[in-house]
């Protein structure tokens, strides 16, 4: 009950195109949802995240799509560039929890 | 200019040798965290602290050991124990403030035994 399940595992996509990443969890004590955006060699880096009391949070060309009733959350980077290509984790936290439940990764490669 | 320092960014150590991975903040963060990433692989937690000495195991703590004696440090030492020690690992701290929280992490130290 605690997993975050994140697809898809590796996800090419032109320049220009919207990159999709997807992440689904059970736990409905859920209320916290970032994601992350790692480069090889780098820590990750708190991109951007949200709560369920609102179901879009947009940040530039990244978008948090979230389905409380679907127990499921989304990435959308829109004009995606290939700066973008990186892992991307979604991740999860529930209540006065002290850490973050993590998906699996996506690799994302944007190509010129 | 506030953040999370990890040293050394490559350590190479011999099959057997304990080593220890330095993990600071100056973020006043309460919470301090340890994972390990392997190529290609999520993030798997090995250690957390919520507060200054007092620690919890991870997923993954066998083979590992962490102290807190101070708010900014969290060292981790990878002991002979560890079957497969070689990975990158990485630090994190986080913050909350009434319901907003926030988790960090460092650049990462690659571990190389052989």
């Known amino acids: 009950q605690q997993q975050v399940k994140q697809s898809p595992q590796s996800l090419i996509v032109q320049k220009g195109g919207i990159s999709i990443i997807n992440c689904a969890y059970e736990?409905?004590?859920?209320?916290?949802f970032p994601w992350y955006q790692q480069f090889p060699g780098k820590g990750p880096a708190l991109l951007i995240a949200?709560?369920?009391?609102?179901s879009e949070k947009k940040e530039g060309r990244f978008t948090i799509s979230f389905n409380k009733s679907a127990k499921q959350f989304s990435l959308h980077i829109m004009d995606s560039q290939p700066g973008d290509s990186a892992t991307y984790f979604c991740?999860?936290?529930?209540?006065?929890?002290?850490?973050?439940?993590f998906g699996s990764g996506t690799q994302l490669t944007v190509l010129p | 200019d506030g953040g999370i320092t990890q040293s050394p960014k490559y350590l190479f150590r011999k099959e057997g040798q304990n080593v220890t991975l330095s993990c600071e903040q100056n973020?006043?963060?309460?919470?301090m965290y340890w994972y390990r990433q392997d190529p290609g692989q999520g993030l798997r937690l090995i250690y957390y602290?919520?507060?200054?000495?007092?620690?919890q195991k991870g997923d993954i703590a066998e083979g590992y050991s962490v102290s807190r004696e101070k708010k900014e440090s969290f060292p981790l030492t990878v002991t002979s124990a560890q079957k497969n020690p070689t990975a990158f690992y990485l630090c994190?701290?986080?913050?909350?403030?009434?319901?907003?929280?926030?988790?960090?992490f460092g650049p990462g130290t690659r571990l190389t035994v052989t």
């Open positions: 994190a701290s986080s913050m909350q403030t009434g319901t907003r929280y926030e988790q960090y």
């Open positions: 736990n409905t004590a859920f209320d916290y």
């Open positions: 949200i709560r369920p009391d609102v």
């Open positions: 991740a999860a936290r529930a209540g006065s929890a002290r850490q973050l439940t």
């Open positions: 973020l006043n963060h309460d919470a």
């Open positions: 602290s919520q507060i200054v000495n007092d620690f």
